[in-house]
């Protein structure tokens, strides 16, 4: 079996399929004519802690952006418009952000959230901006029946774009 090198690297191992498609050779636990599987080594070791280190890391990397959104998302669903506007003010980035598909000006046009409508339209938004489906804002306010928002969303050059 291969041993760690005395730079610490692992060397060696080959890692073949057998008829099968198990793993044998060195390096990877292979079965003994017993039919028991042998113990992993030191370099089987070293290989998983790599992964586990590097999932960790891209988890760790991706939690800032990804825990900020659906919180937003939340915030501007269940019309609690200070707080999104706050969020908001803290993460100028996520003005035009997509959340769950849509953009927060298509969430504020389809649960009336008037509060976040403006606050967004006052600071950069991208009014036409597409949903996943295709939709401006300005169309999902008037289907929610949400006209002072559609209102809004005109008096800032929005137009109903469809897919």
Not at 38 to 52: F, G, H, M, Q, Y
Not at 72 to 78: D, G, H, K, S, T
Not at 147 to 154: K, M
Request: proline share 5%.
């Amino acid at each position: 079996m291969p041993e760690p090198t005395a730079g610490g690297r692992c060397e060696g191992g080959a890692d073949t399929l057998d008829r099968e498609g198990r793993r044998s050779g060195e390096g990877w636990p292979s079965r003994a004519r017993s039919g028991r599987v042998s113990a992993p080594d030191a370099c089987d070791t070293e290989r998983l802690v790599r992964i586990l280190a590097a999932v960790l890391m891209a988890l760790f990397l991706a939690g800032a952006s990804a825990a900020a959104e659906p919180d937003l998302e939340a915030l501007i669903w269940n019309g609690k418009a200070e707080q999104a506007i706050q969020l908001l003010e803290a993460r100028p980035d996520l003005v035009n952000a997509r959340l769950g598909g849509f953009t927060p000006l298509h969430l504020a046009g389809m649960v009336n959230n008037v509060g976040v409508a403006k606050y967004l339209l006052a600071h950069d938004v991208e009014v036409d901006a597409r949903d996943f489906e295709g939709y401006s804002a300005l169309v999902r306010a008037r289907a929610n029946g949400n006209l002072e928002i559609a209102d809004l969303i005109v008096a800032h050059g929005g137009t109903e774009l469809r897919p």
